[in-house]
C-alpha cells in the first residue's frame, strides 16, 4: 500500500466512525483502534497512539464548535480529572510493558462493556436525597434545568466515583479510547450525578485525560504522525458532520447498529489476541 | 449552595477570551496537521508503506525541540508531529484557563485542584524531554 492509499483508506474510514461514533455519543476512538489493526494490519502501538490524538481532536473540535456544553459540572469534571490523568499516565507505561496480545484482549472486553451499556436504558438519579458530607466539602454540588424547573443535585460516594475514575484514565492510556462509557459509569452510577450532567462533564474532561497519556505515548515513539495525520482528521471532520446531524436523526436504530458493529469488532479483537495473529 | 454553576464566570468577558484562545488554537492545530499532511502525500505520496512492525519513532519525532526545529524546516512529518503537539496543548491550556478562572473567584481549593491536574500533565509532558 502506498502512503496516498493508506491516508485515503485511513481517513476515509476514520470519518465514518467519527460521524458513527458522534451521532450514538458512543465517541469513534472506539473503532479506530480495531478498524486500523485489523483492517490495516497497523501495529497495536501505533494504532493505540493514533487512537489517542483523534480523541484529543475530537474533544478540543467539538468544544470549539459549541463552546461551554450545557449541563457539564466543571468542578466535579476538574476533582475528577485528578484520577482521571493519573491513571492515564499509569495506562500509558502500563502499554509500553504489556503484550500486544493482552492489550488486544482487554480492548476487546472494554468494547463489549461499551455496546453493552449502550443499550441500557438510563434512569435519572434520584435527585432528592440528602447531599454527601464529602461531596458538600468539596462543593461537588450543582443544579440544571430539568421541564423548566432548577433541580439541584449533589454527588454522593466520592472515593468510589474517584476510583471509578483512576480506572477510567487507566483504560484510556492503555487503549488510547476516551473511555466515555466507564467515566459516565462513575459519575452516573456511582457517585448519582444526573445523566445529563454525567455525558455533558465527560465530554469535558476527555480530552484532558487523552492529552496527559499523549505525552507519553509522545515520547516514547508511539506516535506515528503518518498513521496519525489521517485518522485525527477523519474522525474530526466526521464528529463535526456527526454534531449537526444529531438534531433530526433517527439515533435510536443506528445505535443498535453501532453496538453491533462494535460487539463483532470486540470479538474479533479478543480471538486475534487468544490466537496471537497481532 | 444552590446556583454554584451560576456563579461562575461564564460569561464574563475574560472567559469570552480564554473560549476564542482555545478556538483559534484548535484550528490552527488541525491546519497544521492537514498542511503536514499535503506535504507528505505530494513528496512521498506514491512511497511503498507499512505500519505492521513497530519500530518506535526516532529522536526528531520524538522530542519537543527537535520536531519544532524539524517543522520550521519544512520536514512533513515533523509539520504533523507540530500540530498533533498544538493539540496536546489545547486540553493542557483549558485547565490552566479554568484555574484562572477560580484564581479570579477567589475559591483557593478549586485554584489547588486546577495546579495538582497541571502538575500531573506536566510531569506527563516532561517526558518530552524540552
Not at chain 1, 247 to 269: D, G, P, T, W
Not at chain 2, 59 to 66: F, I, K, M
Amino acid at each position: 500500500m502506498t502512503q496516498l492509499e493508506f491516508a485515503a483508506l485511513a481517513s476515509a474510514g476514520s470519518l465514518f466512525a467519527g460521524f458513527l461514533g458522534s451521532l450514538t455519543g458512543l465517541g469513534g476512538g472506539v473503532v479506530i483502534v480495531p478498524m486500523l489493526v485489523l483492517g490495516f494490519h497497523v501495529d497495536v502501538h501505533y494504532a493505540v497512539g493514533a487512537s489517542l490524538i483523534s480523541v484529543i481532536g475530537t474533544s478540543a473540535g467539538a468544544q470549539a464548535a459549541h463552546g461551554r456544553e450545557g449541563f457539564s459540572n466543571t468542578r466535579i469534571g476538574l476533582f475528577l480529572e485528578i484520577a482521571t490523568t493519573m491513571g492515564a499516565i499509569c495506562g500509558a507505561f502500563l502499554s509500553t510493558s504489556m503484550p500486544t496480545k493482552w492489550i488486544a484482549i482487554i480492548f476487546g472486553l472494554v468494547l463489549l462493556y461499551s455496546a453493552w451499556s449502550s443499550m441500557q436504558t438510563k434512569k435519572q438519579a434520584d435527585a432528592s436525597r440528602p447531599p454527601d458530607a464529602l461531596a458538600t466539602k468539596l462543593r461537588l454540588v450543582g443544579n440544571f434545568p430539568d421541564r423548566q424547573k432548577l433541580v439541584s443535585y449533589s454527588a454522593r460516594r466520592v472515593p468510589l466515583g474517584f476510583s471509578l475514575m483512576f480506572g477510567a484514565g487507566t483504560l484510556s492510556g492503555l487503549l488510547g479510547i476516551g473511555s466515555g462509557a466507564v467515566k459516565v459509569l462513575a459519575m452516573d452510577q456511582a457517585m448519582q450525578i444526573p445523566f445529563k450532567v454525567s455525558t455533558a462533564t465527560s465530554n469535558f474532561m476527555i480530552g484532558v485525560t487523552a492529552a496527559a497519556s499523549a505525552g507519553v505515548y509522545l515520547s516514547r515513539g508511539y506516535i506515528n504522525p503518518a498513521v496519525a495525520m489521517p485518522v485525527t482528521i477523519g474522525v474530526l471532520v466526521g464528529s463535526l458532520l456527526g454534531a449537526r446531524f444529531l438534531v433530526n436523526a433517527r439515533v435510536k436504530s443506528v445505535r443498535v447498529i453501532f453496538a453491533i458493529v462494535i460487539a463483532l469488532l470486540a470479538a474479533e479483537m479478543i480471538f486475534n489476541g487468544l490466537t496471537g495473529k497481532l | 449552595m444552590n446556583g454554584v454553576e451560576i456563579c461562575e464566570i461564564y460569561d464574563s468577558a475574560i472567559h469570552r477570551a480564554m473560549t476564542a484562545i482555545l478556538r483559534v488554537l484548535t484550528i490552527v492545530a488541525g491546519l497544521v496537521i492537514l498542511v503536514g499532511g499535503v506535504l507528505l502525500l505530494v513528496r512521498h505520496g506514491d512511497t511503498a508503506t507499512s505500519f505492521y512492525a513497530f519500530a518506535g519513532e526516532p529522536a526528531s519525532l520524538r522530542l519537543v525541540s527537535e520536531i519544532v526545529a524539524g517543522a520550521f524546516q519544512g520536514h512533513a512529518l515533523a509539520v504533523v508531529q507540530f500540530g498533533i503537539l498544538l493539540l496536546i496543548a489545547t486540553p493542557v491550556l483549558r485547565v490552566l484557563f479554568v484555574g484562572i478562572g477560580y484564581l479570579i473567584e477567589r475559591d483557593w481549593l478549586y485554584v489547588l485542584v486546577a495546579a495538582i491536574v497541571l502538575v500531573v500533565l506536566g510531569s506527563s509532558l516532561m517526558g518530552l524531554k524540552l
